[in-house]
């Protein structure tokens, strides 16, 4: 599966008083990255949840900050997955400023698949395709 | 019912490059203020939701900025009770430094009872009292 | 100057645990519809702040919701300049699914023009056209 | 230098339609962490800012999610310093509930030391002893 791309443009709201956007955000980025990602892989991640009750429960995140985003910038979102089993998938993510040479920020997050109870169960056969896994 | 009053700090998080709090962030300000209000009034707005599936849907907010708020300053956030019967709730706030001086901000948010459903219920009755309906 | 239409899709980050959007969120799209208004004028909020140093402090904003937004949806945030004099500005919102059937709330934000040290300024000449002043 | 424990409770505002907080805000907690350790060590963070011009930048964030947490509890944020040197600093975090037997997260921030235009700096002598640095 190839890598997708999805832009945003930082918001007021997503800065802090540095001048810069505040690092918790990164987080929601890849998180918007991710549900793009589904899109582009077949699914809505939102019919998961709904249809199947199967929700990607965040088990580990990290982001390494390497240029400050600001207000009003262009943020390009690629996001790939890196790892993927039955039960896991991990998604891996580059952010940066749309010319591409300036790399704002790499980062990773494991999931869990799990019930609505927030237990683990495995990945519903569907998406076995979508995600690599066999 | 007497105002009942809680205090937080301001976050980094909420501030913004403009360097004052982000406007939005009163709100959930409002909300803190809200869910103490309802300990202080004898029950837990958690337990209401949870046990009685009654939730408090906002249908209108509104917020006055009188000074803005900055990083690592105590708030007072001042709640009481403007307006209550079966259908619905209003508040009021008042956030405040410390000190009692300086008046940061005054707001109202009214609610309607709602189920999980998100359609109108009458207020159960455990909560007249509370909210001084009869 | 028509209002100015301009669209997000809901992030996961943005709903609570009532399965909708968070309130205090509408602020932040409002913001979004400002933002963009101002570029459809023909100024970038951002070099308002950085060139002229100059920045549109709110000083009252509310929002009527008339129906929840969810996860994974497209809202329309159709912005327009409602009022506007050398001091201040106000502008009105219209949020609502793109289909135009549905609309999910209404607000207002007041904004006094100031300077890096928050205080009231006038507003630059250079804006003038751009918000109706004369 | 001791762990630092500062207790905060969850917010509505915190929670996702998954029913437990978005994995973006345990990054914001270990925020209100670090500034209270700061607090703790003998100096506020923000005076570091506002008076020495020294900013800490995150270069890298992590965190587990061992378990989630929910609207309305007491989360303790317990902070230290686990490396320093005179060129940047790293936190660890763990989150649990009160009565200490559930673990929710755990997690690290590493900072550079910057000047006001994100330059990377040497941290200020004042503050060598506060973080075990010599």
């Known amino acids: 599966m190839q890598p997708h ?65 600001r207000f009003d910038e262009d943020v390009v979102v690629e996001t790939r997955v890196t790892a993927a089993n039955l039960r896991m998938v991990t998604f891996g993510y580059e952010m940066r400023l749309p010319d591409g040479a300036r790399k704002l920020a790499t980062g990773a997050t494991k999931h869990l698949f799990c019930n609505r109870g927030m237990k683990p169960v495995r990945m519903p056969a569907k998406y076995w395709a979508a995600f690599g896994v066999k």
Chains 1, 2, 3, 4 share one sequence.
């Open 5 to 69: 791309q999805t832009r945003l443009r930082v918001r007021y709201a997503e800065t802090d008083q540095m001048g810069v956007v505040y690092y918790a955000n990164y987080l929601v980025w890849m998180e918007v990255g991710r549900v793009e990602y589904c899109k582009a892989l077949g699914f809505r991640y939102k019919d998961m949840e709904l249809e199947d009750g199967v929700l990607l429960a965040v088990v580990e995140a990290q982001c390494r900050y390497l240029y400050p985003a």
